[in-house]
């Protein structure tokens, strides 16, 4: 079983940055690929980022490539999800998943862990 624990969302001007942290409870985090999600107003929850439990590779959504990077520190039971030259579409609530399920999964249907949210607003 794991918890997870989003924060860092909040209002930032368009070409701003923001850095979401996900902070995982238990002892076997090490053994959970992780994802970022977001869900904006009146859309489906999208994928966003997506890393493997040992942080050797990445997978982003082509509309993020770029400007976004996720990481993790095993130690620390944290994931985060680097977000620079933000753009007001990039508005929504971001969710951080985890699964122990090898590979880079985009689907959130094979993620079996979720946090509870955490906004991010982007003005323009």
């Known amino acids: 079983q794991v918890q997870l624990v989003e924060s860092g969302g909040g209002l930032v001007q368009a070409g701003g940055s923001l850095r979401l942290s996900c902070a995982a409870s238990?002892?076997?985090?090490?053994?959970?690929?992780m994802g970022w999600f977001r869900q904006a107003p009146g859309k489906e929850r999208e994928f966003v980022a997506a890393?493997?439990?040992?942080?050797?590779?990445?997978h982003y959504a082509d509309s993020v490539k770029g400007r976004f990077t996720i990481s993790r520190e095993n130690a620390k039971n944290t994931v985060y999800l680097q977000m620079n030259s933000l753009k007001p579409e990039d508005t929504g609530v971001y969710y951080c998943?985890?699964?122990?399920?090898?590979?880079?999964?985009?689907?959130?249907?094979?993620?079996?862990?979720w946090g509870q949210g955490t906004q991010v607003t982007v003005s323009s």
């Open positions: 998943a985890g699964t122990p399920r090898y590979g880079l999964m985009s689907h959130g249907g094979f993620y079996d862990y």
């Open positions: 238990g002892r076997t985090f090490s053994s959970y690929a």
């Open positions: 890393i493997t439990l040992s942080a050797g590779m990445t």
